[in-house]
C-alpha cells in the first residue's frame, strides 16, 4: 500500500493527446500578481494565443518604432 502512495505522488498527470497545460501569470500596471490555475487547452488554441501575445509584445513594439524612425 506504501508503494502505491509513493508511485501516485511522483507520477507526473500529463495533457490528452493534442491539448497542452497552461499556467499564467500576470502582473498588472499597478504592480499586483495575478495567478491563473492551470488548464487544458488545445494546442492549436495555444499556438494561436502565442502569436498574438507575441503581436503585442514589448519587443515587438520596439522593433516597430525602430522601423519607422528609419
Known sequence: MADR??????????P???????TITA????????HYDTIETRVGSLHEAV???QLHSTAME????????A
Do not use: C
Not at 520596439?62 to 524612425?69: C, G, K, L, N, T
Open 51 to 53: 502569436a498574438i501575445l
Open 5 to 14: 502512495k509513493q508511485s501516485a505522488k511522483g507520477a507526473a498527470k500529463v
Open 16 to 22: 490528452r493527446h493534442g491539448y497542452a497545460f497552461v
Open 62 to 69: 520596439a522593433e516597430h518604432d525602430q522601423s519607422r524612425r
Open 27 to 34: 502582473r498588472d500596471a499597478n504592480g499586483f500578481v495575478h
